[in-house]
T-cell receptor
Framework: DTGVSQDPRHKITKRGQNVTFRCDPI?????LYWYRQTLGQGPEFLTY????????KSRLLSDRFSAERPKGSFSTLEIQRTEQGDSAMYLC????????????FGPGTRLTVL | AQSVTQPDIHITVSEGASLELRCNYS??????LFWYVQSPGQGLQLLLK??????LVQGIKGFEAEFKRSQSSFNLRKPSVHWSDAAEYFC??????????FGAGTRLTVKP
């Protein structure tokens, strides 16, 4: 399968713990996006990379959140000192090119903070 | 402020019946418009998109959507719904090369 993959698919953690999620985009895609989706809502944009450069961050991305894409391939999203409000589905998407191209989404990582 | 509204949270249709899902957007210029479908446990899949040109766009799985500038709408339609179409549908609007705003979604239930 050459689609976008995310790991883990589910994560349960206790409040105050740190968690890290991984996203592997489609190999030739230079753009990578992170979204958060809560129950009954559509995905909300968090941040975006073009190659290894993080070019935009939403105000939703508090200081406890950090994302990296060190070699312009896979990306990680870390949440420090998790809070119950962080419970959500975290979606990764990738796309190709400079103009507005289709974003291909991964299956998501569901985070539950107890 | 830019926004996307999907007025219907949940719609139920009978298999074989026609379907229309509504989407309204608020944006000062011509936006990029998308419809995605999300099935349980699956990632979002693009059904169709509108960038410019013909305002009636055809997508996958027999879906189509019409862009109406005067109404700021981009409604999704299908003439005959199949049971496998049951899913969550999201309208999205792109405001630049990076930022895409999604509506809250419409959950479609298909009755046999």
């Amino acid at each position: 399968d050459t689609g976008v993959s995310q790991d883990p698919r589910h994560k349960i953690t206790k409040r105050g713990q740190n968690v890290t999620f991984r996203c592997d985009p489609i190999s030739e895609h230079n753009r990578l996006y992170w979204y958060r989706q809560t129950l009954g809502q559509g995905p909300e944009f968090l941040t975006y990379f073009q190659n290894e450069a993080q070019l935009e961050k939403s105000r939703l991305l508090s200081d406890r959140f950090s994302a990296e894409r060190p070699k312009g391939s896979f990306s990680t999203l870390e949440i420090q000192r998790t809070e119950q409000g962080d419970s959500a589905m975290y979606l990764c998407a990738s796309s190709l090119g400079l103009s507005y191209n289709e974003q291909f989404f991964g299956p998501g990582t569901r985070l539950t903070v107890l | 402020a830019q926004s996307v509204t999907q007025p219907d949270i949940h719609i139920t249709v009978s298999e074989g019946a026609s379907l229309e899902l509504r989407c309204n957007y608020s944006y000062g210029a011509t936006p990029y418009l998308f419809w995605y479908v999300q099935s349980p446990g699956q990632g979002l899949q693009l059904l169709l998109k509108y960038f410019s040109g013909d305002t009636l766009v055809q997508g996958i799985k027999g879906f189509e959507a019409e862009f109406k500038r005067s109404q700021s709408s981009f409604n999704l339609r299908k003439p005959s719904v199949h049971w496998s179409d049951a899913a969550e549908y999201f309208c999205a609007v792109g405001y630049n090369n990076n930022d895409m705003r999604f509506g809250a979604g419409t959950r479609l239930t298909v009755k046999p």
